[in-house]
């Protein structure tokens, strides 16, 4: 149950070394969704920014198109550029919990890697929009629990009480 991101940690730093190492290459970039799409075997769908919801709730990631991929192997993932989301998965967990792993690889759209700012950033516009409680943050709490630490990924914990943290934190970031 821990949210994975599929390469896109990687597709920063191949960008990155390929910026540095190969300047012919420097083009070095991560898929469009269209090529993402193509990968799949054409089973995964684009949808265009500001069509896509979960539960009825309209969600926005600035411009960004959501790939809908239910053969991920994850709940939701992002490339640089766009979002990607598994409803087979996200069909099994509560609509705060939907919105804020939504929100979650948004956050990494801004943000960039770092999990706890992106948890961050998740529980904020969860409460400035209206759709995250306290009640809410407990269940992501639940939904993240089993998840254990590792390098790039603190335990369930520990994430859980920063995000209780950033949640009343009086600034918003
Ligand atoms: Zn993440």
Redesign the pocket.
Same mark, same amino acid.
């Given at each position: 149950m821990t949210?994975? +991101?599929g390469s896109?940690p990687m597709a920063w730093a191949l960008a990155a070394l390929l910026a540095l190492c190969l300047p012919a290459w420097s083009q070095g970039r991560s898929p469009t969704p269209e090529e993402y799409v193509e990968h799949t075997g054409g089973e995964a769908t684009i949808i265009p920014p500001g069509e896509f919801k979960l539960d009825g709730i309209p969600l926005y990631c600035g411009t960004r198109p959501t790939v809908i991929d239910n053969n991920l192997d994850d709940y939701g993932a992002?490339y640089p550029g766009f979002l990607i989301m598994n409803m087979k998965y996200l069909n099994r967990v509560s609509t705060p919990v939907k919105l804020w792993i939504y929100s +979650?690889?948004c956050? +990494?759209q801004f943000r960039g890697?770092d999990?706890e700012t992106?948890?961050c950033f998740a529980v904020q516009r969860g409460r400035r929009m209206g759709w995250l409680s306290p009640g809410g943050v407990e269940e992501i709490c639940k939904f993240i629990a089993p998840a254990k630490g590792d390098s790039m +990924?603190f335990s369930g914990s520990y994430r859980c009480e920063y995000m209780r943290q950033c949640f009343t934190e009086h600034r918003l970031r």
């Open positions: 949210i994975r +991101h896109y992002a +979650h690889e956050g +990494h890697p999990e992106a948890d +990924h």
